[in-house]
């Protein structure tokens, strides 16, 4: 499975971005069937979960430090999930990283997830 995220940039604090992950067409199958998430990490930190979401897109979990400001989406006949970011803030400084689940639904376990895409860099500046 290919996962190709895009989305990321620099942002003032409070501003909002919105990240893609699209899977190759080969791999749609595999894609749509499985829940999806989305990971972060920061330097010297360890990789923690962020958001997911069920392979019908009906059922969401999210962390804690992020409820509220984050909403996670897909769209399964573009094979893509996309995380809608707002009231970004420093501390939201990370490269993200989008994950296929290996069932139907989504995980805040890193070892749930099967595929990992590249990252993308979100920065917010103070």
């Known amino acids: 499975v290919q996962l190709q995220a895009s989305g990321g940039g620099l942002v003032q604090a409070g501003g909002s971005l919105r990240l893609s992950c699209a899977a190759s067409?080969?791999?749609?199958?595999?894609?749509?069937?499985?829940?999806l998430g989305w990971f972060r990490q920061s330097p010297g930190k360890e990789r923690e979960f962020v958001v997911g979401?069920?392979?019908?897109?009906?059922?969401?979990m999210y962390a804690d430090s992020v409820k509220g400001r984050f909403t996670i989406s897909r769209d399964n006949t573009k094979n893509t999930v996309y995380l809608q970011m707002d009231s970004l803030e420093p501390e939201d400084t990370a490269i993200y990283y989008c994950a296929v689940s290996r069932t139907p639904y989504a995980s805040p376990r890193l070892d749930s997830y099967s595929y990992w895409g590249q990252g993308t860099l979100v920065t917010v500046s103070s």
């Open positions: 067409a080969r791999t749609a199958r595999t894609v749509s069937n499985n829940g």
């Open positions: 979401v069920n392979w019908k897109g009906q059922s969401t």
